[in-house]
């Protein structure tokens, strides 16, 4: 997906805002901002919204000395998810629909996303994302395509965000549907490394590993070998989250795409408006239901 000019003020607030998680003095700050719309105006125009913010950030961290920002905001999003996962494993339980449900659970945790938004209302988006109807409505394909396939590839997307795949996860293990969740190499605004997987307890449920990238979602140039070969093998893939679909979104691969449609951009790109939720199926997979 390209980068459109709505998206130039959000680089600017994440710049501002990863220079005050650092503690940056406000000299500092008016600096980071400058170099910031600077880089901007050097970075070429198809530069995807990913890898513009991979730059911004990666100077942000070098100039505050500070080698995530938004250690202590990922702490405090997946304590908060952690208290709430009795409630929504009891929500699983007495669903009608455990795999509806778990998909809405874990499109509820994207809500939890520093690159749109500095606030957030678990429980209420909680709410409001169990009761609402799908705008982009791939459930069908995605039950299909786990009845065909032995292992799941999930690409994770936030720190806190994790504890609600965790919930999806564990329904796909139910379903004798192993998973290997896949996190970001390093730190890149609050988007989930191995420490915050394991903080939220994936390790109980799901083979964690890297996709050796500092970027947000899955820019492949970007990624390691090994995490290519696993990606090209894989025979079913949810994406989580906007980053993910901004890189993968004219991908190939059989991608399932999991996610709240939190900025006009992606909506309009995705033909929905903001607030809606999101589950859309590969292009294979829409091409093969019309076909049948």
Same mark, same amino acid.
């Given at each position: 997906?390209? @980068?459109?000019?709505?998206?130039?003020?959000? *680089?600017?607030? !994440? =710049?501002?805002? %990863?220079?005050?998680?650092?503690? $940056?003095?406000? +000299?500092?700050?008016?600096?980071?901002?400058?170099?910031? #719309?600077?880089?901007?105006?050097?970075?070429?125009? +198809?530069?995807?919204?990913?890898?513009? %913010? +991979?730059?911004?950030?990666?100077?942000?961290? @070098? !100039?505050?000395?500070?080698?995530?920002?938004?250690?202590?905001?990922?702490?405090?999003?997946?304590?908060?998810?952690?208290?709430?996962?009795?409630?929504?494993?009891?929500?699983?339980?007495?669903?009608?629909?455990?795999?509806?449900?778990?998909?809405?659970?874990?499109? =509820?945790? &994207?809500?939890? /996303?520093?690159?749109?938004?500095?606030?957030?209302?678990?429980?209420?988006?909680?709410?409001?994302?169990?009761? !609402?109807?799908?705008?982009? /409505?791939? #459930?069908?394909?995605?039950?299909?395509?786990?009845? $065909?396939? /032995?292992?799941?590839l999930y690409l994770g997307d936030n720190a806190g965000e994790t504890v609600f795949d965790r919930v999806l996860i564990e329904q796909l293990r139910q379903m004798s549907k192993p998973v290997t969740y896949v996190v970001k190499a390093s730190p890149i605004i609050n988007d989930a490394t191995r420490d915050d997987a394991l903080a939220a307890g994936l390790d109980a449920v799901a083979e964690i590993i890297d996709n050796g990238s500092a970027a947000p979602g899955t820019l492949l140039e970007r990624c390691s070998e090994s995490?290519?070969?696993?990606?090209?093998?894989?025979?079913?893939?949810?994406?989580?989250?906007?980053? &993910?679909? +901004? @890189?993968?979104?004219?991908?190939? $691969?059989?991608? *399932?795409?999991?996610? !709240?449609?939190?900025?006009?951009?992606?909506?309009?790109?995705?033909?929905? =408006?903001?607030?809606?939720?999101?589950?859309? %199926?590969?292009? @294979?997979?829409?091409?093969?239901?019309?076909?049948?």
């Amino acid at each position: 997906m390209k @980068t459109y000019l709505d998206c130039y003020p959000c *680089f600017l607030r !994440q =710049a501002l805002s %990863a220079a005050r998680r650092a503690g $940056a003095a406000p +000299e500092l700050q008016r600096r980071i901002l400058l170099q910031t #719309m600077s880089h901007l105006e050097s970075l070429p125009a +198809e530069a995807t919204p990913p890898q513009v %913010a +991979e730059a911004i950030h990666g100077w942000v961290r @070098t !100039q505050t000395q500070d080698p995530d920002p938004y250690q202590g905001a990922k702490q405090e999003a997946t304590e908060q998810a952690l208290a709430l996962l009795p409630d929504l494993r009891e929500r699983l339980r007495t669903a009608i629909d455990p795999l509806d449900t778990a998909v809405r659970i874990a499109i =509820a945790g &994207n809500i939890i /996303d520093h690159g749109v938004a500095e606030a957030f209302d678990l429980e209420a988006t909680l709410e409001r994302v169990l009761r !609402q109807p799908f705008a982009i /409505d791939g #459930m069908s394909a995605l039950r299909s395509a786990l009845a $065909a396939t /032995d292992t799941v590839l999930y690409l994770g997307d936030n720190a806190g965000e994790t504890v609600f795949d965790r919930v999806l996860i564990e329904q796909l293990r139910q379903m004798s549907k192993p998973v290997t969740y896949v996190v970001k190499a390093s730190p890149i605004i609050n988007d989930a490394t191995r420490d915050d997987a394991l903080a939220a307890g994936l390790d109980a449920v799901a083979e964690i590993i890297d996709n050796g990238s500092a970027a947000p979602g899955t820019l492949l140039e970007r990624c390691s070998e090994s995490f290519r070969a696993r990606f090209l093998r894989a025979t079913l893939i949810i994406a989580k989250g906007q980053a &993910n679909y +901004e @890189t993968l979104s004219e991908s190939s $691969a059989p991608v *399932f795409f999991v996610l !709240q449609a939190k900025c006009s951009v992606i909506a309009a790109e995705l033909g929905v =408006a903001p607030g809606d939720i999101v589950l859309k %199926a590969p292009v @294979t997979a829409a091409c093969e239901r019309a076909a049948s």
